[in-house]
């Protein structure tokens, strides 16, 4: 007995030790018609169990490091085991010495395409596509895995870029990984092209010093924290000017648009009217949304 008891605390802390994501999973399916719903929840405690009991990341990870994320997953199609569905995938890490969460991903994929069956184990393998699902999944794991890793160091994503490239090279060809996919570039293809482009290099300096120069140092002084990220705006638009409707823009901006208005809604009047008139030019479509920051 207590061979078997040892047994169990010891597959519970590895269990423990292996979880790098504090992933929130949501499954929708109402308007899916179906005699069978438990497919359904089935497939959501499956992918929960997938996302938050997998170690994805190298190093070992605290709990107050796990990386929060949240998947709602509206399932648009069905037939059999065939499903499409349209995802919205967002991400969020804490700002040091504070209670709040700052925005890191925020992206509405609507491009998925997989088979699945009840009480179906998601299989996986690093240098295989196996299972759509599965593929998907980890091919998002590793993009905030990255982001969330570019936020603390200069490019330090960048094994997880790798992973995610490579799961999209296996992907490609199936529906919903190619560049013509989606709505114009907004798609998996083009994400991690972009992040992983030398000509973006701009954009991820930019998200290192938003969020360890700006973010987290607001604490300490409000006025130099707006100054740093208003210089990553200024870098993010440099090369925005270079390469406009990217996707790696639109979803930084989608992101971060509420956070900016909150942040430089507390400037100075300068400061105020400097940031509108950048972010303005970064978002132009937005700049109703950025003239609060004068109220």
Request: charged share 20%.
């Amino acid at each position: 007995m207590r061979y078997i008891k040892a047994i169990l605390l010891f597959l519970v802390v590895l269990c423990t030790q292996a979880q790098d994501l504090q992933c929130n999973v949501q499954v929708i399916s109402d308007g899916i018609q179906a005699s069978n719903k438990e497919i359904f929840k089935d497939m959501e405690n499956a992918i929960s169990q997938f996302m938050n009991q997998r170690k994805w990341i190298s190093d070992k990870v605290q709990t107050q490091e796990k990386i929060n994320c949240n998947f709602v997953i509206n399932i648009t199609k069905f037939s059999i085991d065939q499903f499409e569905a349209e995802v919205n995938i967002t991400s969020s890490r804490p700002v040091y010495a504070t209670t709040y969460n700052t925005p890191v991903f925020q992206h509405f994929d609507q491009d998925w395409f997989f088979s699945y069956a009840q009480f179906q184990a998601l299989d996986y393998q690093e240098n295989a596509n196996v299972m759509q699902l599965t593929t998907l999944l980890a091919f998002y794991a590793n993009l905030l895995i990255g982001l969330d890793f570019d936020t603390f160091a200069p490019e330090g994503g960048q094994v997880y870029y790798n992973k995610a490239l490579q799961l999209r090279n296996l992907a490609q060809g199936s529906a919903g990984w190619n560049p013509s996919d989606g709505r114009g570039n907004r798609n998996k293809y083009y994400i991690i092209d972009q992040l992983l482009n030398d000509r973006f290099k701009s954009l991820r300096s930019a998200l290192y010093q938003y969020h360890m120069l700006g973010m987290d140092k607001f604490k300490d002084d409000n006025d130099l924290s707006r100054k740093a990220i208003y210089e990553s705006l200024e870098k993010i638009r440099s090369i925005q000017e270079q390469l406009p409707n990217s996707v790696i823009f639109k979803i930084f901006l989608n992101t971060k648009r509420q956070e900016l208005i909150n942040i430089f809604q507390q400037a100075d009047p300068g400061m105020k009217n400097r940031a509108i008139d950048l972010l303005g030019k970064l978002d132009p479509s937005n700049l109703s949304s950025y003239e609060k920051i004068k109220q």
